[in-house]
């Protein structure tokens, strides 16, 4: 009986080529976007997860009520606190600070090697999951000289030489510091928020000496572990007495100023992030990864798939006028409904276990490029994870059962008279297929308006004006083989008779995201005139406005003619707005110990990126403030030329130099790749969306007009033109869509409208938009449709009316 099954299921699956490979492909198609879409969520949804006390670890973070309502977070911490912490706190297992040592450069036998050393204390992995291959777990970080490298760090450097015991120097602060080399980490995994090449001792931070008495000065993160007893909001309030002891200070201050206080009357509080949310969590220096987006990929997967599935359901439906007498028969001839219901479902499941191996070698073949496509770094462990092999048995069930077991159940209960005749009553108001279809015009509609609207946004984030000119400067990471302001003079001298430049500045903060990926931020708290001004902080140098062609509104800029400028300051507009009063200028700001005067007001520019709106700024020049970039401004007549040449210079001066130059077009770009990612994932996925809804619509338009071939006959000897006709079958398809788009324009507008609220500059949905996402999807539904329909128009009545 089975073998009798399998060779009908194969002999009709071969007879109907058309619809065989159409459901196929779109499965295959649909299987392999699914598979590849998941594998970027599931990578996003895995991180830190792979920590054995994840449930008790957090993050900690101060949340500050100052005035007018408005709330800051701050993950950063001062040196003391983490003792006093532990010390005051007893449900806490395991405290750490996590201080960025930077980019230091590691010596070893006369060879330097640039890598990320985290300064923490000893509880760090005991806390955390980076298991060691060397050295002992507990006691690798007992040693204030030790050092634990990762087992990349560790072959680079030793290569297959023993490291546990060798001594390797650090550069800290212009000299060198040995450290011998207790532990040899696994690497750290790709999914960890947490990354580092090395592991120092906290009393090795940089400041820790004159740091560790003062908690006016925040330097470094603290990642919490509490008891399994002891939940996060406990641990929360718990808290509270600890904030009011140490940071009385502050909490005055924000009374005094008219902070507004949360529902507990808290002005200041500690509060925790799980570790397994720090991905995602924007407070975190180590997060920022919206959790919408790998949700997002997984919606538009199940679209696909879904879209997939309905065009299986009505092709197999459609398929029923054809198998009738079939059908008929067999009933006649004894075969129970079960019976049949085996024979259609076992071609539902030949084609979609085909398709679903298909699908795994397209989405196999297509991975080096998907990778490359939406920069990507998926860990080869997800594919081993029973939480994804579930995932994907469960897609393919489901789709097995809905898609294929609902058509051969409807096709199994037909009446048994009705069927010998050949003649069948099956959705003949094609109710259910219509349905289906707008549903898929409706997902199909949904991402053709998303993919409009994230293209705008992205490109309004591109063009819009920085206040700063970003297309002739050039962005050079200094980086840590050369001091900044050394780097910088010497490359003033080298580039001064070069036509092609115009003038070279440094500051301690790059615009936007350079070749070295790095972003940072600088802030300080103090008081003025009896209240609290936060600013962030930048350590320019001279030319530095000239360099950026920013507008200065009051007094002057920085001068090699004054000899104290050092002791003023540059602010932006927002800054003169939070001193307040008629005219900042020449108002004298204390930063104990500094004392500096305003000497100029420049005009507010996005020295953030456009998620975030302008915030006070000030700029001052300071040598002994280590500088991090050099900013070079060129001609425009011949940019590749000047940049040869400063390329030149700069590896004359510092040929151990490793980021590379970009303009600083590139790098405000690059600020905005999650959005540009996003972008490119809604283009693919509207156009597979599309593709597979396209090949349904062909599929069931063949079918219509087979069903319909003698009514367009008559309709042809009664005097019908070509036109009548297929006017008369594309309308209903084309009313469909236009039905679908209907549904789709608000619920894309509300999604959207939602995901800009994450830009506080952005673009205004537009309802061209949605009129452009109707005439798109219009003309290819009439596109599609209009093959097979005038082909049948232009047959000749008679053969019509001979049809069956």
């Given at each position: 009986?089975?073998?009798?099954?399998?060779?009908?299921?194969?002999?009709?699956?071969?007879?109907?080529?058309?619809?065989?490979?159409?459901?196929?492909?779109?499965?295959?198609?649909?299987?392999?976007?699914?598979?590849?879409?998941?594998?970027?969520?599931?990578?996003?949804?895995?991180?830190?997860?792979?920590?054995?006390?994840?449930?008790?670890?957090?993050?900690?973070?101060?949340?500050?009520?100052?005035?007018?309502?408005?709330?800051?977070?701050?993950?950063?911490?001062?040196?003391?606190?983490?003792?006093?912490?532990?010390?005051?706190?007893?449900?806490?297992?395991?405290?750490?600070?996590?201080g960025?040592?930077?980019?230091?450069?590691?010596?070893?036998?006369?060879?330097?090697?640039?890598?990320?050393?985290?300064?923490?204390?000893?509880?760090?992995?005991?806390?955390?999951?980076?298991?060691?291959?060397?050295?002992?777990?507990?006691r690798?970080?007992?040693?204030?000289?030790?050092?634990?490298?990762?087992?990349?760090?560790?072959?680079?450097?030793?290569?297959?030489?023993?490291?546990?015991?060798?001594?390797?120097?650090?550069?800290?602060?212009s000299?060198?510091?040995?450290?011998?080399v207790?532990?040899?980490?696994?690497?750290?995994?790709?999914?960890?928020?947490?990354?580092?090449?090395?592991?120092?001792?906290?009393?090795?931070?940089?400041?820790?000496?004159?740091?560790?008495?003062t908690?006016?000065?925040?330097?470094?993160?603290?990642?919490?572990?509490?008891?399994?007893?002891?939940?996060?909001?406990?641990?929360?309030?718990?808290?509270?007495?600890?904030?009011?002891?140490?940071?009385?200070?502050?909490?005055?201050?924000?009374?005094?100023?008219?902070?507004?206080?949360?529902?507990?009357?808290?002005?200041?509080?500690?509060?925790?992030?799980?570790?397994?949310?720090?991905?995602?969590?924007?407070?975190?220096?180590?997060?920022?990864?919206?959790?919408?987006?790998?949700?997002?990929?997984?919606?538009?997967?199940?679209?696909?798939?879904?879209?997939?599935?309905?065009?299986?359901?009505?092709?197999?439906?459609?398929?029923?006028?054809?198998?009738?007498?079939e059908?008929?028969?067999?009933?006649?001839?004894?075969?129970?409904?079960?019976?049949?219901?085996?024979?259609?479902?076992?071609?539902?499941?030949?084609?979609?276990?085909t398709?679903?191996?298909?699908?795994?070698?397209?989405?196999?073949?297509?991975?080096?490029?998907?990778?490359?496509?939406?920069?990507?770094?998926?860990?080869?462990?997800?594919?081993?994870?029973?939480?994804?092999?579930?995932?994907?048995?469960?897609?393919?069930?489901a789709?097995?059962?809905?898609?294929?077991g609902?058509?051969?159940?409807v096709?199994?209960?037909?009446?048994?008279?009705?069927?010998?005749?050949?003649?069948?009553?099956?959705?003949?108001?094609?109710?259910?297929?219509?349905?289906?279809?707008?549903?898929?015009?409706?997902?199909?509609?949904?991402?053709?308006?998303?993919?409009?609207?994230?293209?705008?946004?992205?490109?309004?984030?591109r063009?819009?004006?920085?206040?700063?000119?970003?297309?002739q400067?050039?962005?050079?990471?200094?980086?840590?083989?050369?001091?900044?302001?050394?780097?910088?003079?010497?490359?003033?001298?080298?580039?001064?008779?070069?036509?092609?430049?115009?003038?070279?500045?440094?500051?301690?903060?790059?615009?936007?995201?350079?070749?070295?990926?790095?972003?940072?931020?600088s802030?300080?708290?103090?008081?003025?005139?009896?209240?609290?001004?936060?600013?962030?902080?930048?350590?320019?140098?001279?030319?530095?406005?000239?360099?950026?062609?920013?507008?200065l509104?009051?007094?002057?800029?920085?001068?090699?003619?004054?000899?104290?400028?050092?002791?003023?300051?540059?602010?932006?507009?927002k800054?003169?707005?939070?001193?307040?009063?008629?005219?900042?200028?020449?108002?004298?700001?204390?930063?104990?110990?500094?004392?500096?005067?305003?000497?100029?007001?420049?005009?507010?520019?996005?020295?953030?990126?456009?998620?975030?709106?302008?915030?006070?700024?000030?700029?001052?020049?300071?040598?002994?403030?280590?500088?991090a970039?050099?900013?070079?401004?060129?001609?425009?007549?011949?940019?590749?030329?000047?940049?040869?040449?400063?390329?030149?210079?700069?590896?004359?001066?510092?040929?151990?130099?490793?980021?590379?130059?970009?303009?600083?077009?590139?790098?405000?770009?690059?600020?905005?790749?999650?959005?540009?990612?996003?972008?490119?994932?809604?283009?693919?996925?509207?156009?597979?969306?599309?593709?597979?809804?396209?090949?349904?619509?062909?599929?069931?338009?063949?079918?219509?007009?087979?069903?319909?071939?003698?009514?367009?006959g008559?309709?042809?000897?009664?005097?019908?033109?070509?036109?009548?006709?297929?006017?008369?079958?594309?309308?209903?398809?084309?009313?469909?869509?236009?039905?679908?788009?209907?549904?789709?324009?608000?619920?894309?507008?509300?999604?959207?409208?939602?995901?800009?609220?994450?830009?506080?500059?952005?673009?205004?949905?537009?309802?061209?938009?949605?009129?452009?996402?109707?005439?798109?999807?219009?003309?290819?539904?009439?596109?599609?449709?209009?093959?097979?329909?005038?082909?049948?128009?232009?047959?000749?009545?008679?053969?019509?009316?001979?049809?069956?």
């Amino acid at each position: 009986m089975f073998k009798n099954y399998c060779k009908i299921a194969i002999r009709n699956l071969w007879k109907h080529k058309t619809f065989t490979v159409t459901n196929i492909v779109g499965l295959a198609v649909a299987f392999g976007a699914t598979l590849l879409l998941s594998l970027t969520a599931f990578h996003e949804l895995s991180f830190d997860q792979f920590h054995e006390q994840k449930n008790a670890l957090h993050q900690l973070y101060r949340e500050i009520h100052r005035p007018q309502g408005k709330t800051d977070n701050n993950t950063s911490f001062p040196i003391p606190f983490t003792p006093a912490l532990k010390a005051e706190i007893p449900d806490l297992v395991h405290a750490t600070r996590f201080g960025d040592y930077g980019n230091s450069i590691l010596r070893y036998k006369d060879h330097e090697f640039q890598y990320d050393i985290e300064a923490v204390d000893p509880d760090f992995l005991e806390m955390f999951s980076f298991p060691l291959e060397q050295g002992d777990q507990k006691r690798a970080l007992s040693d204030l000289a030790g050092i634990v490298l990762t087992q990349k760090a560790k072959n680079n450097i030793f290569g297959q030489e023993e490291a546990i015991g060798h001594t390797v120097e650090i550069k800290t602060d212009s000299a060198w510091r040995p450290f011998i080399v207790t532990g040899v980490a696994k690497d750290v995994p790709e999914n960890s928020s947490l990354t580092f090449s090395g592991l120092v001792r906290f009393e090795n931070f940089p400041g820790y000496q004159s740091g560790k008495g003062t908690w006016d000065n925040n330097t470094h993160e603290v990642y919490v572990q509490v008891s399994p007893k002891t939940t996060l909001a406990s641990f929360e309030q718990k808290l509270k007495a600890f904030t009011h002891k140490y940071y009385a200070e502050e909490i005055k201050k924000l009374q005094r100023d008219g902070g507004l206080p949360d529902k507990e009357g808290e002005y200041l509080r500690m509060k925790g992030i799980p570790v397994t949310e720090v991905h995602f969590n924007p407070i975190s220096s180590s997060g920022g990864v919206n959790k919408f987006y790998p949700y997002l990929l997984l919606l538009i997967a199940a679209f696909i798939l879904f879209i997939a599935s309905i065009n299986f359901v009505n092709l197999s439906l459609g398929r029923a006028f054809t198998r009738a007498r079939e059908i008929g028969m067999r009933k006649v001839l004894g075969a129970r409904r079960r019976q049949i219901l085996s024979q259609f479902w076992g071609e539902a499941l030949v084609i979609c276990g085909t398709s679903l191996i298909l699908g795994i070698l397209l989405a196999y073949t297509l991975l080096p490029g998907y990778k490359t496509l939406f920069n990507q770094v998926l860990s080869p462990a997800i594919l081993r994870s029973p939480w994804f092999i579930g995932s994907v048995l469960s897609g393919f069930a489901a789709v097995s059962l809905l898609a294929g077991g609902y058509p051969a159940w409807v096709l199994s209960a037909l009446n048994t008279s009705q069927t010998v005749k050949g003649k069948i009553t099956i959705s003949k108001n094609h109710r259910l297929r219509n349905g289906l279809m707008v549903i898929q015009f409706v997902l199909s509609g949904l991402l053709i308006i998303c993919t409009s609207i994230v293209w705008q946004q992205l490109n309004y984030m591109r063009t819009a004006p920085l206040g700063y000119n970003k297309q002739q400067v050039l962005s050079i990471p200094i980086g840590a083989h050369i001091d900044g302001q050394k780097a910088l003079d010497l490359m003033r001298s080298r580039l001064a008779t070069l036509p092609g430049v115009i003038s070279v500045t440094g500051a301690d903060i790059n615009m936007g995201r350079g070749r070295d990926n790095s972003s940072s931020n600088s802030a300080i708290t103090f008081d003025y005139k009896g209240r609290q001004v936060v600013t962030n902080l930048l350590r320019i140098d001279y030319d530095y406005i000239k360099t950026l062609d920013l507008q200065l509104v009051k007094g002057r800029d920085f001068s090699r003619d004054y000899s104290l400028d050092s002791g003023v300051v540059l602010i932006n507009e927002k800054m003169a707005a939070a001193l307040g009063g008629k005219d900042p200028l020449n108002a004298v700001l204390d930063w104990d110990p500094m004392k500096l005067r305003v000497a100029g007001i420049v005009k507010d520019f996005h020295f953030k990126s456009l998620r975030q709106e302008i915030a006070p700024l000030s700029m001052l020049i300071r040598r002994e403030w280590p500088l991090a970039y050099i900013f070079v401004k060129v001609s425009p007549a011949n940019l590749p030329g000047s940049l040869s040449a400063v390329e030149s210079a700069w590896k004359s001066i510092n040929p151990k130099a490793e980021s590379e130059i970009s303009f600083l077009d590139e790098n405000t770009d690059k600020q905005y790749q999650k959005e540009a990612r996003l972008s490119r994932i809604f283009v693919s996925g509207a156009i597979l969306a599309i593709l597979i809804s396209c090949m349904g619509l062909f599929a069931i338009v063949v079918l219509v007009m087979g069903q319909r071939t003698k009514e367009i006959g008559i309709r042809k000897v009664l005097g019908a033109s070509v036109s009548n006709i297929f006017t008369l079958v594309a309308r209903e398809f084309l009313q469909l869509v236009l039905v679908a788009l209907i549904i789709a324009s608000p619920i894309a507008w509300w999604a959207m409208n939602n995901w800009l609220q994450d830009f506080a500059y952005r673009i205004h949905i537009s309802i061209w938009v949605f009129l452009f996402a109707a005439a798109i999807a219009l003309l290819i539904a009439l596109f599609t449709v209009s093959f097979q329909a005038l082909k049948t128009a232009w047959l000749n009545p008679v053969d019509n009316l001979k049809s069956e």
